[in-house]
């Protein structure tokens, strides 16, 4: 294995190769950046160039976009709350207060490092555990994705602010989730006959109109609202900040790397579970969506090593992990390559290649990423009502490019508004994407569960890994419903205790 | 004089000129295809089968009509938005319609409002084999499979791709023809289906040939029954249904459509042209990469008509028992 990692090394520091991959970095940093261009959208549009080009260079350079993209969505999320990719969604979270108090600096630096080490977690399980974890990640299915998404679902109760706004966004976002086609079924729900809502509501649209845009109205509306960002000084290595998220950063780490190599579930997902956890384990989780680093640690570090870890079931077993994985996989087919359980063994030297290539790409993010920020925040010196329009604007262009639909850019536009007023009612945003994103999961786990098992409910309890999924979730919920209901009655006793 | 009589003669020749050229229009336009650039509408996703399929065709139907074409992805609602856009375009020859048999499944499930009367096909160029893949571990052949399929009815669970899909179409037409008291379980993706396949969670899935190749070759997945009239060449110890006794050969279908109320000249000659883009090499070598060489993939345009309806009215017979 490091004969193979180190004759791919060798590939990738010819320097042909390394002016391919600074490219691929390049391009994925600008893409990433854009609202609404993901890494699916990049990976397709410069498919057809790799046609002409050999396999190994031709995926160093779609999986080197592929990992850089979800690196740079976090640039727009902590900076305009614009996020780049779904992947930075979490990201813009904590990381915007921070730039609204003049620490945008510190915000992307943490970002950055963040991502470098989850990517490079990543990378390191993806060359040492590929087999190994490809074996797991067979154990996991249906009950065990249902108590994944179930386990997620239960930190809406410890997250901070009013219980019942948690739990009404939770339900909206469940209740946007089953718009469409019912996927195991066929039957069409609350889509008014509308071909456009078939497919239901998609992700990028909603993301991009709940923060972006919503963001945009609110400054408009409410004049400078914050201090004005002339200067951003991005610093990556900081040692206090370093021990502060250390704990966080190798827990989401490893969370990234085990939710993405499960297949059919991305680095959305991965930051989402890993903001969550980062909450529900924090001694202050009253400060997250206020500022924090561990706020930014988390959702990066995670979505990172996720994105690599979404390449061990394609390498492994010629399953994708994911949406960009799915399409390498289609680009491995047209090369003529063969992706399945002997791809290793009969394709050891491209996937080495591709295996130095990332992991080279996670030292070009430390290396690029702050003059590609130092460039991009010139931005900001561009007074707010022109900026505004070109964020708009990019939204808009990046939401059509999707599926090519006019309508998802009205839902956005739409959501934009609608973001614009739960914000002012201080509603948790967080709780609706979260029940957006676990809810289908959930729901058709369930159903597929269930189907297994004949109608059995006990499929849940006589499988290992779903059975302590549930157990924990179970356990988590009782003590974060119990401890507040201790700590008032608490209070009220020392109060009556006091009074007499 | 005679420059007046020149103009006589020049005016009325101009006018029988315009006279006749309003009456030959019909054969002129067709004459002149393609007038303009031509569109390809993609009822499917970018990178998937679908997608690399029309990707293909691109370039060597530009070079055999002289024009440039553009290729634009419509994958909302299984592509139904692409089969709508098309049936509205201007029914010149223009816009082309590139599909898969999820047109005629999602048309009998009533999730695509547009029918066979609104879309002439112009071709069939892919067809793809459809078969019954089996963990190896829980089940060694045919046989073995419908013995313990009859001893536990019920229980036997079967993947595929999507509610309304050629693989759900192939299970509900197996499960009539056969018997079997089975069960389908449609996942999202393709990988997840073979995911659950390999973890030996589901006891089989309904699958193209083409891409659980890798898994044959590994012995992860064992093909155990094929949907054609004949043994493939390729995997002559498989059995097929028609042997079995059950007339069931349909598999994932990629062709060409247009607006149905194009004229049949017009639909005739990119009939020709996508003919000879199969008949070429290129195509041909494109075909066996991607492991859809097992079969005659080509069908005109009448005989594919005649096909697609013959295959809704069994969907839609088919989905109504359900």
Redesign the interface.
């Known amino acids: 294995m490091l004969d193979g990692f180190l004759s791919g090394l060798s590939v990738v520091l010819q320097p042909m190769n390394l002016l391919i991959l600074m490219s691929a970095v390049f391009i994925g940093f600008v893409g990433g950046a854009l609202p609404g261009i993901s890494g699916v959208i990049l990976v397709v549009i410069l498919l057809p160039v790799t046609y002409g080009m050999d396999a190994t260079s031709a995926f160093m350079l779609l999986t080197a976009i592929y990992g850089s993209t979800v690196f740079s969505g976090l640039i727009t999320a902590i900076l305009y709350r614009a996020p780049g990719t779904p992947e930075a969604v979490m990201t813009s979270f904590d990381g915007y207060p921070m730039t609204q108090r003049g620490e945008a600096g510190k915000a992307l630096g943490i970002g950055v490092l963040s991502s470098a080490i989850g990517g490079l977690v990543g990378t390191i399980a993806l060359i040492v555990f590929t087999p190994l974890l490809a074996s797991v990640a067979l154990k996991f299915s249906s009950p065990e994705y249902f108590a994944l998404a179930i386990l997620g679902l239960t930190v809406v109760a410890s997250l901070g602010g009013k219980l019942m706004y948690g739990l009404i966004g939770a339900g909206m976002g469940l209740f946007i989730a089953t718009i469409g086609i019912d996927p195991l079924t066929g039957t069409s729900r609350y889509t008014f006959g509308s071909l456009n809502l078939a497919e239901g509501i998609g992700l990028i649209p909603m993301i991009v109109g709940l923060f972006a845009i919503s963001e945009v109205m609110k400054r408009a509306t409410g004049g400078h609202v914050h201090q004005p960002l002339t200067k951003v000084n991005v610093k990556i290595f900081d040692s206090t900040i370093m021990r502060k998220i250390a704990a966080t950063l190798s827990r989401s780490s490893i969370l990234g790397v085990a939710i993405g190599i499960l297949p059919g579930i991305g680095a959305s997902t991965a930051a989402m579970v890993s903001y969550s956890e980062a909450v529900r384990w924090s001694k202050h989780p009253e400060d997250f969506g206020k500022g924090i680093p561990e706020g930014i640690a988390a959702p990066e570090a995670a979505n990172n090593a996720a994105a690599m870890g979404a390449l061990v079931p394609l390498f492994a077993l010629g399953i994708p992990g994911s949406g960009t994985t799915a399409i390498i996989l289609g680009a491995f087919i047209m090369h003529g390559l063969q992706p399945g359980p002997m791809f290793m063994a009969s394709s050891s030297e491209l996937i080495y290649a591709v295996f130095a290539g990332l992991f080279i790409v996670n030292f070009m993010i430390l290396l690029f990423s702050k003059p590609f920020i130092t460039l991009f925040t010139k931005l900001l010196n561009i007074p707010y009502s022109a900026l505004g329009p070109i964020i708009i604007m990019c939204c808009i262009v990046g939401t059509y490019s999707v599926r090519n639909s006019m309508f998802d850019v009205w839902l956005m536009l739409g959501f934009g508004v609608l973001g614009f007023l739960l914000e002012k009612l201080r509603f948790p945003l967080v709780a609706i994407i979260l029940g957006l994103v676990l809810g289908p999961i959930a729901e058709s786990e369930l159903r597929r569960s269930l189907a297994m098992s004949q109608g059995d409910m006990t499929i849940f309890m006589s499988r290992p890994i779903s059975a302590t999924l549930i157990g924990i979730a179970c356990a988590l919920l009782t003590v974060s419903i119990l401890v507040p209901l201790y700590k008032r009655y608490k209070k009220r006793r020392l109060y009556s205790e006091s009074a007499s | 004089m005679s420059s007046k009589n020149n103009i006589v003669v020049l005016t009325s020749l101009g006018v029988a000129m315009m006279m006749g050229a309003f009456q030959v229009s019909a054969s002129d336009e067709a004459e002149d295809y393609p007038s303009g650039d031509l569109e390809f509408l993609v009822a499917a996703g970018?990178?998937?089968?679908t997608?690399?399929f029309t990707?293909t065709v691109k370039p060597m139907l530009e070079e055999r009509l002289d024009t440039s074409i553009k290729v634009?992805?419509?994958?909302?609602?299984?592509g139904?938005?692409a089969h709508?856009r098309t049936a509205n375009s201007e029914p010149d020859g223009h816009t082309l319609d590139f599909a898969s048999s999820t047109l005629v499944t999602s048309l009998a499930?009533g999730?695509n409002?547009t029918g066979l009367d609104q879309l002439t096909p112009v071709a069939r160029m892919q067809s793809d084999v459809m078969t019954l893949i089996v963990n190896p571990d829980k089940h060694e052949d045919f046989e073995a499979f419908k013995t313990y399929a009859e001893n536990n009815p019920?229980?036997v669970?079967i993947g595929g791709t999507?509610?309304?899909s050629p693989d759900k179409m192939a299970f509900l037409s197996f499960r009539d023809a056969s018997g079997l008291d089975i069960?389908f379980?449609?996942?999202?993706?393709e990988?997840?289906v073979?995911?659950?396949v390999?973890?030996g969670?589901?006891d089989g899935m309904f699958g193209e040939i083409s891409s659980t190749?890798?898994?044959i070759?590994?012995g992860?997945m064992k093909p155990i029954l094929v949907f054609a009239e004949e043994r493939l060449e390729n995997f002559p110890e498989i059995p097929t249904t028609v042997e079995k006794g059950w007339d069931l050969t349909d598999g994932n279908e990629r062709g060409v459509f247009v607006n149905a109320e194009t004229p049949a000249e017009i639909v005739s000659q990119i009939e020709q042209a996508l003919k000879a883009v199969y008949d070429s090499d290129e195509y041909q070598s494109y075909e066996e990469?991607?492991n859809l060489h097992y079969r005659e993939g080509w069908m005109g345009s009448e005989e594919y008509q005649q096909k697609l309806e013959e295959n809704l009215e069994l969907y839609s017979r088919l989905i109504e028992q359900t």
Not at chain 2, 185 to 189: F, Q, R, S, V, W
Request: proline content about 6%.
């Open positions: 970018a990178g998937g089968g997608d690399n990707r634009v992805n419509l994958p909302s609602a299984s139904a938005l709508q499930a999730q409002p019920g229980e669970v999507h509610a309304a069960s379980i449609p996942y999202d993706e990988g997840s073979s995911s659950n390999l973890g969670n589901i190749l890798s898994y070759e590994s992860d990469k991607v």
